[in-house]
């Protein structure tokens, strides 16, 4: 007898948790500046193909896992991986990995390593393969997120998933900037899109959010909270599962 599969739709009635088919799930706030997906160049000792990557708007993507190993160009300063150099590029990233997966997240900017922050986007990525998302009962999440990173300045806090009613809301914040988010999550997809708020030198700013789950029973998750009217608030985020 052949294995049954389930839509999404009879998963959602039994109260089972959709699979999402395998592949890259990402998005990246400006894309004329960096793009996100599967990774395609091979490079030996440094980049490998077919893993979560990063590379310019015209040119071919690069891993995240080569970016974070290159021990020429890379350190890691609390827990957030940087890399570029002041001596041969103005090309810089400041990322994080989530739960030890192929999984990412965080900003890429031209200019002076930590001082100017020109031409910045934010961004997620990852690997989605065997993801699955609950269709009830809640979770929380310890989430860091990467805003103009200096070495400092994380910004951490929990998000609150419902999967019974579909909503994640929560916040994370540093000294000086607090981002919250409300989003409607999508089980069938495994995304979760809202809005955002950045609350700043008491300035409020609204914006919007967006991201995915990644693993079985939406072990952790990714995404980004943007703003049109100040993009210097635009802030990536992940994290896992409490």
């Given at each position: ?22 592949g ?7 894309n ?20 979560a990557?990063?590379g ?17 160009s ?11 150099s ?8 400041n990322?994080?990995?989530v ?28 690997n989605d ?13 310890n ?9 400092s ?29 409300n ?11 809202g ?12 914006g ?15 995404g ?19």
């Open positions: 007898m052949k294995p049954v599969q389930l839509s999404w739709i009879a998963a959602a009635f039994l109260g089972l948790s959709p699979v999402v088919q395998a890259f799930d990402g998005a990246i706030s400006d004329s500046l960096r793009q996100v997906g599967e990774s395609e160049v091979y490079v030996p000792f440094f980049h490998s193909k077919g893993k990557g990063i310019s708007a015209t040119g071919k993507r690069v891993d995240f896992d080569g970016l974070a190993g290159n021990i020429f890379s350190k890691e300063r609390d827990s957030v991986h940087t890399s570029g002041k001596h041969f590029s103005n090309s810089h990233y990322f994080v990995q739960a030890n997966q192929d999984i990412w997240f965080g900003e890429w900017y031209e200019g002076t390593q930590d001082a100017d922050f020109n031409n910045r986007t934010v961004y997620y990525v990852g393969a065997g993801t699955t998302v609950p269709t009830s009962g809640t979770a929380t999440y989430i860091t997120g990467i805003n103009k990173f200096s070495g300045n994380k910004l951490s806090g929990t998000f609150n998933a419902d999967f019974s009613n579909q909503t994640l809301t929560g916040d994370i914040s540093n000294a000086t900037l607090t981002v919250g988010v989003s409607t999550i999508d089980s069938a997809t495994a995304s979760f899109n809005s955002a708020t950045a609350t700043q030198a008491g300035s409020v700013t609204q919007s959010s967006q991201g995915h789950f990644f693993g079985a029973d939406a072990a952790s998750l990714a980004i909270a943007t703003f049109t009217s100040n993009s210097d608030l635009d802030t990536a985020f992940g994290g896992e599962k409490q």
